[in-house]
């Protein structure tokens, strides 16, 4: 397993929706493999979308459980989200945000079919927590960021602190 770099706003890649997976290969299983592991060293995210990492092909992982507790990935591969209800406000922050954190409004019951890691189709209907992760992972798979759940005011808070982090990168990395 190989711990990928998490692109971070604005790379355009971030922008760019992606592509159905037509088999699930080794490729694939290594790509799944390597988003968790990367998702994991990250030590601060709960769920991770392909091109987050570059790879513009509809796959994203998620664990909403403590570190450690075996059975909490979840993969997700050409997933669609088939139903929703309810709505709920909560924080959210992304690996592509690193010190963002926004209110975002979405569904707080979601039904999505997708195919596992072994390429086994499945259904599953969730709420709280694991559904906000769902959609926001998704948006990735669409070219959305959740910043565009924003109003334009948050979303410009959102852009400053983004770039006040950046700032720090380059200095701390010249």
């Not at 808070?157 to 983004?162: G, L, V």
Request: aromatic share 6%; net charge positive.
């Amino acid at each position: 397993m190989t711990v990928l770099q998490i692109l971070t706003y604005p790379n355009k890649k971030l922008r760019e929706p992606c592509n159905p997976i037509l088999c699930v290969t080794e490729e694939i299983e290594k790509l799944v493999d390597d988003l968790a592991e990367t998702m994991y060293a990250s030590n601060r995210g709960m769920g991770l979308a392909a091109p987050q990492v570059g790879v513009l092909r509809r796959v994203f992982v998620i664990d909403t459980q403590q570190p450690g507790k075996d059975g909490g990935l979840k993969v997700f591969i050409n997933p669609v989200i088939i139903n929703t209800a309810n709505i709920a406000i909560s924080n959210e922050g992304c690996l592509s945000f690193p010190g963002v954190q926004e209110p975002v409004k979405r569904a707080d019951r979601v039904a999505v079919q997708a195919l596992d890691r072994r390429g086994d189709p499945f259904v599953l209907d969730v709420t709280g927590l694991l559904a906000v992760a769902i959609q926001h992972e998704y948006d990735h798979l669409e070219g959305v960021l959740f910043i565009d759940h924003l109003s334009h005011f948050v979303r410009d808070r959102a852009k400053r602190k983004m770039a006040k982090w950046q700032k720090q990168q380059r200095r701390a990395n010249p």
